[in-house]
């Protein structure tokens, strides 16, 4: 009975002390608390506009390589998926930024560039 009580307390201590695992923000819980957020998702992470962020604003980006286009603009979380935006128009060319800092991208519409950020957990 000794060894059960110890196996059993051993094994809630080790589970207690496991690390969590943190998964980042998707389309669904960034519109569940923001309904009109300007993101678009790029290799399954969600990028906010960064625009207005000052601490963005003192960095300077330009656009670098073509990653791709946006490809469905919708305000729907439901099948969120690469290359959809929910502010950007279908066609919006998606660039890489000169510091090739995959969590920095721009969106150029209509001649405008558009500065996008990653949201990552943790």
Same mark, same amino acid.
């Given at each position: 009975?000794?060894?059960?009580?110890?196996?059993?307390?051993?094994?809630?201590?080790?589970?207690?002390?496991?690390?969590?695992?943190?998964t980042?923000?998707?389309?669904?819980?960034?519109?569940k608390?923001?309904?009109?957020?300007?993101?678009?998702? /790029?290799?399954?992470?969600? /990028?906010?506009?960064a625009?207005?962020?000052?601490?963005?604003?003192?960095?300077? /980006?330009?656009?670098?390589?073509?990653?791709?286009?946006?490809?469905?603009?919708?305000?729907?979380?439901?099948?969120?998926?690469?290359? /959809?935006?929910?502010?950007?128009?279908?066609?919006?060319?998606?660039?890489?930024?000169?510091?090739?800092?995959?969590?920095?991208?721009?969106?150029?519409?209509?001649?405008?560039?558009?500065?996008?950020?990653?949201?990552?957990?943790?």
């Amino acid at each position: 009975m000794k060894k059960i009580l110890i196996c059993n307390l051993l094994i809630l201590v080790l589970v207690g002390c496991s690390p969590t695992i943190n998964t980042n923000p998707t389309a669904n819980s960034i519109l569940k608390e923001h309904s009109q957020a300007d993101i678009l998702q /790029y290799n399954n992470l969600i /990028y906010i506009n960064a625009t207005s962020l000052e601490s963005m604003k003192q960095l300077e /980006y330009t656009k670098s390589e073509k990653i791709g286009k946006i490809i469905k603009t919708t305000n729907s979380s439901k099948n969120f998926k690469d290359f /959809y935006a929910t502010k950007l128009e279908s066609g919006t060319e998606i660039f890489s930024t000169n510091d090739h800092n995959i969590y920095t991208i721009i969106a150029e519409s209509n001649g405008q560039q558009i500065l996008y950020t990653a949201l990552l957990e943790g």
